[in-house]
């Protein structure tokens, strides 16, 4: 499918074990993100990357961890899942819409930690 | 630290009349602002944007103004339609940050009733 993806769309794990969550652009896009929006909060970064192999820590990186292997991937891992990241999950990735820099979004992953 | 607010979490508007959303931000280096639609699980879409270096930028129904002396902009919606629905964010680009990172406001739904 052309444009982001991500899987799951939906996930229930317990306290404490590992998640990941993918993350795939077909637009060769360099600049991908990683957000969660919880209510109250609106959307917030927690991480980003400027390439392959390169990334860095947003606004709330805490528990998370992210790679970029390739340019088209970028998973996101909750290396010891808590209550408190039990968010809906945004991956984005960056490009162009009438000559301006803009976001383009997946359509999300809702995680429930139980 | 909210560097852009979104006061407002709802509005409700007739079919038919004009909708107005407003944001307010406070640093002074945001040099292109954004606005993103997001309708119930799906992913936020791209509206429309306007550059620091103007005023008014209008697409079709959607008109975004902004305001630098009062650190302001807002999103009008003429005529507003039941498909209008919806979360929107308004976000903003730090000229000295990096590239594509935006920040986002809490979201307003707007409800546009027949």
């Known amino acids: 499918d052309a444009g982001i993806t991500q899987s799951p769309r939906y996930k229930i794990t317990e306290t404490g074990r590992q998640v990941t969550l993918m993350c795939h652009q077909t637009w060769s896009h360099s600049y991908m993100f990683w957000y969660r929006q919880d209510l109250g909060h609106g959307l917030r970064l927690i991480y980003y990357s400027a390439a392959a192999d390169i990334t860095d820590k947003g606004e709330v990186p805490d528990g998370y961890v992210v790679s970029r292997s390739k340019t088209e991937n970028f998973p996101l891992t909750l290396e010891s899942a808590t209550r408190s990241q039990t968010s809906v999950y945004f991956c984005?990735?960056?490009?162009?819409?009438?000559?301006?820099?803009?976001?383009?979004f997946g359509p999300g992953t809702r995680l429930l930690v139980l | 630290d909210q560097q852009v607010k979104q006061n407002s979490p709802s509005l409700s508007v007739q079919e038919g009349r004009i909708s107005i959303l407003n944001c307010d931000y406070t640093?002074?280096?945001?040099?292109?602002f954004l606005w993103y639609k997001k309708y119930p699980a799906e992913g936020p879409t791209f509206l429309i944007s306007i550059s620091s270096i103007k005023d008014k930028n209008e697409d079709g129904r959607f008109t975004v103004f902004l305001n630098k002396s009062a650190k302001h902009l807002s999103l009008h919606i003429v005529p507003s339609q039941p498909g209008d629905s919806a979360v929107y964010f308004c976000a903003a680009r730090d000229r000295g940050s990096t590239l594509g990172r935006l920040y986002f406001g809490r979201g307003t739904q707007l409800t546009v009733w027949p």
């Open positions: 640093n002074s280096m945001f040099d292109y």
């Open positions: 984005a990735s960056l490009g162009l819409a009438g000559g301006q820099e803009t976001q383009y």
